[in-house]
Protein backbone atom coordinates (compact mmCIF):
# COMPACT_ATOMS: atom_id res chain seq x y z
CA UNK A 1 0.00 0.00 0.00
CA UNK A 2 1.45 3.36 -0.76
CA UNK A 3 2.54 5.54 1.91
CA UNK A 4 0.29 9.04 2.29
CA UNK A 5 2.30 11.58 1.18
CA UNK A 6 2.69 14.31 3.82
CA UNK A 7 2.77 18.53 3.89
CA UNK A 8 6.22 17.70 5.39
CA UNK A 9 7.15 15.43 2.02
CA UNK A 10 6.00 18.69 -0.60
CA UNK A 11 7.94 21.15 1.82
CA UNK A 12 11.33 19.07 2.15
CA UNK A 13 11.31 18.88 -2.21
CA UNK A 14 10.97 22.70 -2.14
CA UNK A 15 12.90 23.70 0.50
CA UNK A 16 10.12 25.96 2.40
CA UNK A 17 8.40 25.03 5.67
CA UNK A 18 5.39 23.04 5.93
CA UNK A 19 3.50 26.18 7.20
CA UNK A 20 3.90 27.82 3.28
CA UNK A 21 2.95 24.50 2.03
CA UNK A 22 -0.78 24.67 4.25
CA UNK A 23 -0.81 28.20 3.62
CA UNK A 24 -0.57 27.66 -0.48
CA UNK A 25 -3.18 24.98 -0.19
CA UNK A 26 -5.94 26.09 1.28
CA UNK A 27 -5.33 29.76 -0.25
CA UNK A 28 -4.46 31.44 2.70
CA UNK A 29 -2.23 34.52 2.18
CA UNK A 30 1.62 34.97 2.47
CA UNK A 31 2.54 32.94 -0.39
CA UNK A 32 3.93 34.13 -3.91
CA UNK A 33 1.48 32.67 -6.91
CA UNK A 34 5.26 31.57 -8.58
CA UNK A 35 5.83 29.67 -5.27
CA UNK A 36 1.77 28.51 -4.56
CA UNK A 37 1.26 27.31 -8.44
CA UNK A 38 4.93 25.24 -7.90
CA UNK A 39 3.16 23.92 -4.16
CA UNK A 40 -0.09 22.78 -5.89
CA UNK A 41 1.99 20.81 -8.85
CA UNK A 42 4.08 18.99 -7.01
CA UNK A 43 1.41 18.05 -4.30
CA UNK A 44 -0.77 17.24 -7.66
CA UNK A 45 2.37 14.90 -9.05
CA UNK A 46 2.67 13.19 -5.57
CA UNK A 47 -1.17 12.20 -5.22
CA UNK A 48 -1.54 14.59 -2.42
CA UNK A 49 -4.91 14.40 -0.61
CA UNK A 50 -6.10 17.53 1.69
CA UNK A 51 -7.62 16.17 4.91
CA UNK A 52 -11.58 17.64 3.94
CA UNK A 53 -10.67 15.87 0.57
CA UNK A 54 -10.41 12.69 2.68
CA UNK A 55 -12.92 13.21 5.07
CA UNK A 56 -15.38 13.95 1.99
CA UNK A 57 -14.58 10.95 0.22
CA UNK A 58 -15.23 9.24 3.03
CA UNK A 59 -18.99 10.66 3.39
CA UNK A 60 -20.02 9.79 0.17
CA UNK A 61 -19.76 6.57 0.10
CA UNK A 62 -22.83 4.94 -1.35
CA UNK A 63 -24.45 2.31 1.40
CA UNK A 64 -28.19 0.25 0.77
CA UNK A 65 -29.99 0.66 3.72
CA UNK A 66 -32.91 -1.59 4.13
CA UNK A 67 -36.57 0.21 5.64
CA UNK A 68 -39.16 -2.12 7.31
CA UNK A 69 -42.56 -1.48 7.69
CA UNK A 70 -45.31 -4.06 9.11
CA UNK A 71 -48.26 -4.83 7.21
CA UNK A 72 -50.74 -3.81 9.78
CA UNK A 73 -49.65 -0.21 9.50
CA UNK A 74 -50.11 -0.14 5.42
CA UNK A 75 -53.83 -0.59 4.79
CA UNK A 76 -56.27 1.16 2.79
CA UNK A 77 -55.86 4.02 4.50
CA UNK A 78 -53.04 4.26 6.75
CA UNK A 79 -50.34 5.82 4.02
CA UNK A 80 -48.53 8.16 6.81
CA UNK A 81 -46.13 5.78 7.06
CA UNK A 82 -45.70 5.43 2.89
CA UNK A 83 -44.82 9.18 3.16
CA UNK A 84 -42.45 9.22 5.56
CA UNK A 85 -40.79 5.85 3.51
CA UNK A 86 -40.84 8.58 0.65
CA UNK A 87 -39.08 11.15 2.57
CA UNK A 88 -36.71 8.52 4.19
CA UNK A 89 -35.63 7.44 0.16
CA UNK A 90 -35.45 10.99 -1.43
CA UNK A 91 -32.85 11.61 1.44
CA UNK A 92 -30.89 8.53 1.26
CA UNK A 93 -30.57 9.58 -2.52
CA UNK A 94 -29.34 13.06 -1.58
CA UNK A 95 -26.54 11.21 0.38
CA UNK A 96 -25.84 9.20 -2.27
CA UNK A 97 -27.25 5.93 -0.97
CA UNK A 98 -29.92 3.11 -1.99
CA UNK A 99 -33.34 2.37 0.25
CA UNK A 100 -35.22 -1.37 -0.08
CA UNK A 101 -38.20 -1.46 1.28
CA UNK A 102 -39.68 -4.77 2.55
CA UNK A 103 -43.31 -5.20 4.05
CA UNK A 104 -43.08 -7.67 7.33
CA UNK A 105 -46.06 -9.35 7.14
CA UNK A 106 -48.19 -9.90 10.30
CA UNK A 107 -47.12 -13.52 10.21
CA UNK A 108 -43.04 -13.33 9.72
CA UNK A 109 -43.71 -10.73 12.55
CA UNK A 110 -45.88 -13.00 14.63
CA UNK A 111 -43.12 -15.78 14.65
CA UNK A 112 -40.34 -13.22 14.48
CA UNK A 113 -38.98 -14.64 11.41
CA UNK A 114 -35.83 -12.27 9.81
CA UNK A 115 -36.66 -10.13 6.98
CA UNK A 116 -35.01 -11.18 3.15
CA UNK A 117 -33.06 -8.53 2.50
CA UNK A 118 -31.04 -9.50 6.35
CA UNK A 119 -30.89 -13.27 5.36
CA UNK A 120 -29.62 -12.20 2.17
CA UNK A 121 -27.16 -9.51 3.46
CA UNK A 122 -28.29 -6.85 0.56
CA UNK A 123 -28.40 -4.59 3.59
CA UNK A 124 -25.52 -2.06 5.01
CA UNK A 125 -27.87 -0.90 7.75
CA UNK A 126 -31.75 -0.89 8.67
CA UNK A 127 -34.55 1.84 9.68
CA UNK A 128 -37.58 0.27 10.74
CA UNK A 129 -40.75 2.56 10.82
CA UNK A 130 -43.73 2.03 13.06
CA UNK A 131 -43.38 -0.40 16.40
CA UNK A 132 -42.59 -3.98 15.79
CA UNK A 133 -43.63 -6.46 17.92
CA UNK A 134 -41.04 -7.19 20.84
CA UNK A 135 -40.08 -10.40 19.96
CA UNK A 136 -39.22 -9.37 15.95
CA UNK A 137 -37.22 -6.43 17.64
CA UNK A 138 -35.37 -9.04 19.73
CA UNK A 139 -34.72 -11.50 16.80
CA UNK A 140 -33.65 -8.53 14.76
CA UNK A 141 -30.81 -7.60 17.44
CA UNK A 142 -29.90 -11.07 18.40
CA UNK A 143 -29.30 -12.55 15.12
CA UNK A 144 -27.96 -9.78 13.35
CA UNK A 145 -25.64 -6.91 13.54
CA UNK A 146 -26.52 -4.48 11.46
CA UNK A 147 -26.66 -1.25 12.86
CA UNK A 148 -30.49 -0.36 13.32
CA UNK A 149 -32.65 2.92 13.94
CA UNK A 150 -35.97 3.02 14.66
CA UNK A 151 -38.73 5.99 13.41
CA UNK A 152 -41.35 7.06 14.82
CA UNK A 153 -41.46 4.79 17.79
CA UNK A 154 -38.85 3.56 20.52
CA UNK A 155 -38.39 0.49 22.38
CA UNK A 156 -39.34 0.78 26.43
CA UNK A 157 -37.69 -2.69 26.85
CA UNK A 158 -34.73 -1.57 24.83
CA UNK A 159 -31.64 1.16 24.42
CA UNK A 160 -31.93 1.99 21.33
CA UNK A 161 -31.39 4.77 18.69
CA UNK A 162 -34.54 5.77 17.49
CA UNK A 163 -36.32 9.26 15.94
CA UNK A 164 -39.66 10.29 17.10
CA UNK A 165 -42.13 13.16 17.32
CA UNK A 166 -43.06 14.79 20.51
CA UNK A 167 -45.95 12.91 20.89
CA UNK A 168 -46.48 13.67 24.51
CA UNK A 169 -45.80 17.74 24.04
CA UNK A 170 -48.06 17.73 20.97
CA UNK A 171 -51.56 16.53 22.76
CA UNK A 172 -50.17 18.14 25.50
CA UNK A 173 -50.77 21.61 23.36
CA UNK A 174 -53.46 20.06 21.49
CA UNK A 175 -55.46 19.51 24.73
CA UNK A 176 -54.66 22.77 26.41
CA UNK A 177 -55.76 24.34 23.05
CA UNK A 178 -59.50 22.58 23.61
CA UNK A 179 -59.40 24.25 27.08
CA UNK A 180 -58.91 27.38 25.81
CA UNK A 181 -61.89 27.54 23.48
CA UNK A 182 -64.02 27.06 26.50
CA UNK A 183 -63.63 22.97 26.32
CA UNK A 184 -63.35 20.58 30.11
CA UNK A 185 -64.85 17.54 29.44
CA UNK A 186 -62.87 16.30 26.88
CA UNK A 187 -62.23 12.55 26.05
CA UNK A 188 -59.12 10.99 24.52
CA UNK A 189 -59.54 8.35 21.37
CA UNK A 190 -56.36 5.83 20.98
CA UNK A 191 -55.82 2.21 22.19
CA UNK A 192 -53.14 2.25 25.05
CA UNK A 193 -50.20 0.86 24.74
CA UNK A 194 -50.49 -0.44 21.33
CA UNK A 195 -47.93 1.54 20.50
CA UNK A 196 -45.32 3.97 22.70
CA UNK A 197 -46.26 7.20 21.14
CA UNK A 198 -50.49 6.76 21.30
CA UNK A 199 -49.27 6.22 25.05
CA UNK A 200 -47.03 9.14 24.99
CA UNK A 201 -49.83 11.35 23.75
CA UNK A 202 -52.03 9.78 25.97
CA UNK A 203 -50.01 11.11 28.72
CA UNK A 204 -49.90 14.36 27.08
CA UNK A 205 -53.83 14.73 27.05
CA UNK A 206 -54.01 13.73 30.51
CA UNK A 207 -50.81 16.20 31.99
CA UNK A 208 -52.89 19.15 30.59
CA UNK A 209 -56.20 17.79 32.20
CA UNK A 210 -54.39 17.49 35.34
CA UNK A 211 -53.19 20.69 35.57
CA UNK A 212 -56.49 22.38 34.96
CA UNK A 213 -57.91 20.61 38.24
CA UNK A 214 -60.27 18.19 35.36
CA UNK A 215 -61.06 14.78 36.49
CA UNK A 216 -61.31 12.17 33.54
CA UNK A 217 -63.71 9.08 33.63
CA UNK A 218 -62.86 5.78 32.57
CA UNK A 219 -65.61 6.56 29.77
CA UNK A 220 -63.42 9.22 28.06
CA UNK A 221 -60.51 6.78 27.50
CA UNK A 222 -61.72 5.51 24.21
CA UNK A 223 -59.84 2.38 22.10
CA UNK A 224 -59.14 3.10 18.53
CA UNK A 225 -58.05 -0.42 17.09
CA UNK A 226 -57.62 -4.35 17.54
CA UNK A 227 -54.55 -4.47 19.47
CA UNK A 228 -53.39 -7.65 17.18
CA UNK A 229 -54.08 -6.91 14.03
CA UNK A 230 -54.08 -2.89 14.34
CA UNK A 231 -57.24 -2.43 12.62
CA UNK A 232 -58.68 1.27 12.63
CA UNK A 233 -62.08 0.44 14.45
CA UNK A 234 -64.28 3.00 16.07
CA UNK A 235 -67.38 2.80 18.51
CA UNK A 236 -68.73 6.02 19.92
CA UNK A 237 -71.98 7.11 21.08
CA UNK A 238 -71.75 10.06 22.99
CA UNK A 239 -75.34 10.13 24.26
CA UNK A 240 -75.26 6.70 25.75
CA UNK A 241 -71.97 8.22 28.53
CA UNK A 242 -73.23 9.01 31.93
CA UNK A 243 -70.89 12.70 31.13
CA UNK A 244 -70.93 13.15 27.81
CA UNK A 245 -68.12 14.86 26.56
CA UNK A 246 -67.83 18.04 24.45
CA UNK A 247 -64.56 17.29 22.65
CA UNK A 248 -62.31 14.85 21.38
CA UNK A 249 -58.27 14.08 21.35
CA UNK A 250 -57.83 11.40 18.76
CA UNK A 251 -53.99 10.25 18.64
CA UNK A 252 -54.08 10.38 15.00
CA UNK A 253 -55.88 12.19 11.96
CA UNK A 254 -57.00 8.89 10.53
CA UNK A 255 -58.78 8.13 14.05
CA UNK A 256 -59.90 11.89 14.13
CA UNK A 257 -61.45 11.39 10.54
CA UNK A 258 -63.27 8.67 11.58
CA UNK A 259 -64.34 9.67 15.43
CA UNK A 260 -65.90 12.80 12.53
CA UNK A 261 -67.31 10.58 10.65
CA UNK A 262 -69.56 8.46 13.12
CA UNK A 263 -70.92 11.57 15.06
CA UNK A 264 -72.11 13.07 11.27
CA UNK A 265 -73.82 9.93 10.57
CA UNK A 266 -75.39 9.84 14.09
CA UNK A 267 -76.60 13.21 13.20
CA UNK A 268 -74.53 15.76 15.50
CA UNK A 269 -72.23 18.20 13.80
CA UNK A 270 -68.44 19.23 13.97
CA UNK A 271 -67.50 21.82 15.67
CA UNK A 272 -70.97 22.60 16.16
CA UNK A 273 -71.79 20.09 18.90
CA UNK A 274 -68.59 18.46 18.99
CA UNK A 275 -64.47 19.54 18.86
CA UNK A 276 -62.30 17.10 17.59
CA UNK A 277 -58.40 17.36 17.34
CA UNK A 278 -56.29 14.67 15.37
CA UNK A 279 -52.10 14.13 15.09
CA UNK A 280 -50.19 14.26 12.24
CA UNK A 281 -51.68 16.47 9.64
CA UNK A 282 -51.58 13.87 7.36
CA UNK A 283 -55.07 12.24 5.95
CA UNK A 284 -56.16 10.43 2.94
CA UNK A 285 -57.85 12.81 0.58
CA UNK A 286 -61.23 11.59 0.76
CA UNK A 287 -61.97 10.83 4.08
CA UNK A 288 -63.41 13.51 5.94
CA UNK A 289 -65.62 16.44 4.62
CA UNK A 290 -63.79 18.78 7.71
CA UNK A 291 -60.28 19.95 7.45
CA UNK A 292 -59.28 18.63 11.21
CA UNK A 293 -56.96 21.26 13.74
CA UNK A 294 -54.12 18.79 14.37
CA UNK A 295 -50.64 18.62 15.59
CA UNK A 296 -48.41 18.43 12.61
CA UNK A 297 -45.39 15.90 12.71
CA UNK A 298 -41.92 16.97 10.90
CA UNK A 299 -41.84 13.93 8.54
CA UNK A 300 -38.89 14.88 6.69
CA UNK A 301 -36.78 16.45 9.45
CA UNK A 302 -37.54 13.21 10.96
CA UNK A 303 -36.26 11.40 7.88
CA UNK A 304 -33.21 13.41 7.78
CA UNK A 305 -32.31 12.78 11.21
CA UNK A 306 -32.47 9.10 10.74
CA UNK A 307 -30.44 9.17 7.93
CA UNK A 308 -27.79 10.76 9.28
CA UNK A 309 -27.92 8.52 12.74
CA UNK A 310 -27.78 5.31 10.94
CA UNK A 311 -24.82 6.38 8.27
CA UNK A 312 -23.07 8.19 11.53
CA UNK A 313 -23.32 4.11 13.04
CA UNK A 314 -22.70 2.43 9.69
CA UNK A 315 -19.72 4.54 9.01
CA UNK A 316 -18.48 3.70 12.45
CA UNK A 317 -18.70 7.78 13.38
CA UNK A 318 -19.19 8.76 17.09
CA UNK A 319 -22.88 9.94 17.05
CA UNK A 320 -25.16 10.86 20.38
CA UNK A 321 -26.91 7.71 21.05
CA UNK A 322 -30.74 7.37 22.49
CA UNK A 323 -33.66 9.28 21.35
CA UNK A 324 -33.84 12.01 18.92
CA UNK A 325 -37.04 14.21 19.68
CA UNK A 326 -37.80 16.38 16.60
CA UNK A 327 -40.49 18.89 16.97
CA UNK A 328 -43.49 19.52 15.76
CA UNK A 329 -46.77 22.41 15.43
CA UNK A 330 -50.34 23.06 16.28
CA UNK A 331 -51.52 23.70 12.72
CA UNK A 332 -55.72 25.46 13.17
CA UNK A 333 -58.21 24.42 10.73
CA UNK A 334 -61.76 23.38 11.28
CA UNK A 335 -62.63 21.34 13.25
CA UNK A 336 -62.95 23.00 17.06
CA UNK A 337 -65.33 25.75 17.82
CA UNK A 338 -65.25 27.78 21.45
CA UNK A 339 -68.12 26.86 24.09
CA UNK A 340 -70.24 29.50 24.12
CA UNK A 341 -71.27 29.59 27.65
Known amino acids: MAKA ?29 AMREKIKQLADELGYKQPSAVKKEKSTKSYNIGVLVSEKYLGEYASFYWRMYQSVATRAVQKECFTMLEVVSLEDEAEANLPKIVLERKVDGLILIGRLRTEYLGALRQNTQIPIVYLDFYDEHQMSDAVISNSYYGT ?79 NSDLTASMVINQLEEQGYRVPQDFSVVGFDNYLFP ?7 TTYEVDIREMANKAIHVLLKKVSGERYKQGITIVEGRLVEKASVQQVVK
Not at 286 to 292: A, K, N, R, S
Request: proline share 3%; with cysteine; glycine share 8%.
Open 286 to 292: GLCDIEI
Open 172 to 250: YMLTNYLIEHGHEKIAYVGTLLFTASITDRYFGYRKSMLEHGIEVPQEWIIPDRDMECGVVEIDIHPDQMKDMPTAFVC
Open 5 to 33: VKLADIAEQLGVSTVTVSKALSGQKGVSE
